[in-house]
């Protein structure tokens, strides 16, 4: 299930993930750093959830380094490595597809200091129960923020206040909805962050959030 001395000293592109832009993506980064990842092959997605794969950039790249270094045949074997499983995913199909993907082009996944691989019965084993945990916990984490809301609306319509979205992630969805590189619809952010499209179209219609 696990690889080590045996390759040689792997090849490694490592991947950092926040779902908000305020979120410290430093200790992924020296966690990375410490694994012998040179901080050019550390790509990073800031402000995204796990749940989906659309519009990280930073994922897309560090799968398309790590698979032009399996290609290139360097003698060295590839490993695509982050700190936690759910920085690098939280949906269980899509992890499939990325795993089984690279594995074709001979990358292995690397998680903290192993290394898994996806065609090894075990390693596939290990690796489908966390992204199962992984994505069991991302939807539980949206049932949680849709009953607080639920509640924080009851609320606000006794006090004649309106609730509101955590600042840090207001600033991500107007960030996000008004980048050009970045084309992630009213729908894709209410269905992320799981509120409806009215509340998306409130954030991103003014100036960016500031309190």
Known sequence: MEHYGSMGTPFRVGYCRCSTDEQDVELQTEQLLALGVPRERIFID??????????RTGLDNALAAVTSAAAAATGRQA????????????NMAEVGDILTDL?????????????????????????QTLAMVAEFEANLNHLRTREGMAKARAKGRLKGKQPK???AARKTIHRRYHDLDDDASLADLA?????????????????????
Not at 79 to 90: G, I, L, M
Not at 106 to 126: M, N, R
Not at 198 to 207: E, K
């Open 79 to 90: 490993v695509f490595t982050t700190t936690k499983f759910d920085r690098f995913a939280r």
């Open 46 to 55: 800031k402000g995204f959830s796990g749940t989906t794969r659309k519009n």
């Open 103 to 127: 594995r074709k082009r001979d990358v292995l996944f690397g998680l903290a200091s192993s290394i898994y691989d996806w065609h090894d019965p075990f390693g596939k084993l290990f690796l």
């Open 165 to 167: 979205l955590p600042l």
């Open 191 to 211: 269905e992320e962050y799981s509120v409806g499209r009215s509340t998306i179209h409130r954030i991103v219609s003014g100036t960016a959030p500031r309190a």
